[in-house]
């Protein structure tokens, strides 16, 4: 791209005139937002923008202005308005211009109206999601969509238009609701935002496009302005229409970059990105099914409450969501590179980290279905375990030798992992014993015989099933029938000790 006389080169494109520079405009618009949030905040409650506590899902204690979006939405719209002339839309021009951009911007505008709605008088969630899918739609129809993708190996892949439609209204719904769900502790929405907007900023340098890298530094300087007020203890929250309309425009131009860009993994980079909003609504309708209730359901199981709960205090919660997405940011821009090995350790490296990190959170939920999964894993084990015992068992009614039967039966126990067994047989043996006398593995006990099993010392100590003695262990029974009649004339016992002792 060939840019306006006396303009610095950056990553391989061109930018304004220092004097009229991104920075600029980022630091025009940071104290712009200062001064606006400020007004708005004095003014709270004759707006009727209050965000009272409850017990349901906010983590704060007292009434706080929920100004923050209105604030940013307005620094927005007006950076733009000042930007543009100045700059001029010759020096910004790019393969998106000012008409490509405008539908995104409007239907953040849309959303911002739409929170701002929600924020006085609290709409339905059934509400909600048809006016977002409504804009979403409009927005398509104005030619922002997910039309085609590269891939390694398949190169071009074309989609036909309802599909094109289905995937960029899960686009739109998806980025837009993340950013609303992941907004419940100071803070982290608009870290998360930030990391998201500096990624997406150098996207836009590299792809030759300085009006979007332009709509972002002025966007980056508004939320950083907001975080003076949300970072903690908050004065200001982002409130719905700041949380909304942030999350529809980083998806519609994580959107536009995308189909900008030459990378088969260009889609890719802003899911990475905004990967915390993404994962944490995620495990969030995950969480709400696997409990049977309504995925839009308010809880306090998101990544912040699990990070309250863990005993870290808000501001830490805070840096600790910055720090995850800023690594999430950085590594979202190795995506960049044609190199498919480094993309493929990359997207390994994140996976890993994730999995580590939902592991170190013991959300409940996930803990049962892993549960649950590994015992529906483990059925053939335990078929395989169960069939020996009772055949063990079988063989004692049926075998003329006792103590090879016992040898059996041993090695059956072992093998099922029981802590200890015991086989209560009765005194009328004349199937086995013609004579009477039990062999030496057998001791009489009151009006019948007891053969006693246990692993080992510790064993016996861990499962005591003695009377009084408190014992943790699962107890099965099965019965050992007479070997020349119908008739039970003992049971074999087992316990064992359940996972985790």
Not at 91 to 104: D, E, I, N, Q, R
Request: glycine share 10%.
């Amino acid at each position: 791209m060939t840019g306006a006389p006396g303009a610095i080169p950056v990553l391989a494109v061109t930018v304004p005139d220092p004097t009229i520079s991104y920075l600029f405009f980022f630091l025009l618009s940071l104290v712009f937002v200062v001064c606006v949030t400020m007004v708005l905040r004095a003014h709270a409650v004759r707006l009727g923008l209050m965000d009272i506590p409850d017990q349901i899902r906010r983590v704060h204690d007292r009434p706080v202005a929920r100004v923050g979006g209105l604030a940013i939405a307005v620094t927005v719209w007006l950076g733009m308005a000042i930007a543009i002339p100045l700059v001029g839309l010759e020096t910004l021009a790019g393969s998106v211009g000012l008409a490509g951009l405008a539908p995104v911007l409007f239907g953040t505008t849309a959303l911002a109206a739409v929170g701002l709605w929600d924020d006085r008088v609290e709409l339905s969630p059934a509400t909600k999601f048809l006016l977002q899918a409504l804009v979403a739609a409009a927005v398509f129809a104005a030619g922002v969509r997910l039309g085609s993708f590269r891939l390694p190996v398949l190169g071009l892949i074309e989609l036909d238009p309802f599909t094109s439609f289905a995937f960029t209204l899960l686009w739109f719904l998806g980025i837009t609701n993340a950013f609303n769900l992941v907004d419940g502790a100071d803070g982290v929405a608009g870290v998360a935002a930030l990391a998201a907007i500096g990624a997406m900023f150098v996207v836009a340098l590299v792809i030759g496009e300085p009006l979007i890298a332009l709509l972002l530094a002025v966007t980056a300087g508004a939320v950083l302005g907001f975080l003076f007020f949300n970072f903690p203890p908050a004065t200001v929250f982002l409130g719905d229409a700041g949380s909304l309309s942030l999350g529809f425009l980083l998806a519609g131009i994580g959107l536009v970059s995308s189909s900008k860009a030459t990378t088969a993994l260009a889609l890719a980079i802003p899911i990475v990105s905004l990967g915390l909003p993404i994962l944490d609504t995620v495990l969030a309708i995950l969480r709400r099914m696997l409990r049977g209730d309504s995925v839009t359901s308010a809880d306090l199981g998101h990544f912040h409450h699990h990070l309250i709960k863990l005993g870290h205090s808000p501001r830490e919660v805070a840096l600790i969501s910055f720090a995850v997405c800023g690594v999430l940011a950085a590594a979202s821009l190795i995506l960049l590179t044609p190199d498919l090995r480094a993309v493929g350790v990359t997207l390994a490296a994140i996976g890993v980290t994730v999995f580590i990190a939902i592991q170190r959170l013991r959300i409940p939920e996930l803990l049962e279905l892993r549960r649950v999964v590994g015992r529906g894993i483990d059925q053939r084990k335990i078929i395989r375990r169960n069939v020996a015992l009772r055949e063990a068992a079988s063989k004692l009614g049926r075998s003329g030798d006792l103590t090879m039967a016992l040898g059996t039966l041993s090695n059956a126990l072992a093998e099922a992992e029981c802590e200890t067994a015991e086989l209560w047989l009765s005194s009328d043996l004349t199937g086995w014993l013609p004579d009477q006398q039990p062999p030496l593995p057998l001791k009489r006990e009151g009006d019948g015989y007891v053969w006693s099993w246990g692993s080992d010392d510790a064993s016996l100590n861990k499962c005591s099933h003695r009377p009084g003695v408190v014992c943790n262990c699962w107890e099965i029974r099965l019965p050992v029938q007479d070997p020349v009649s119908p008739e039970t004339v003992g049971r074999l016992s087992m316990w064992r000790l359940p996972d985790g002792y």
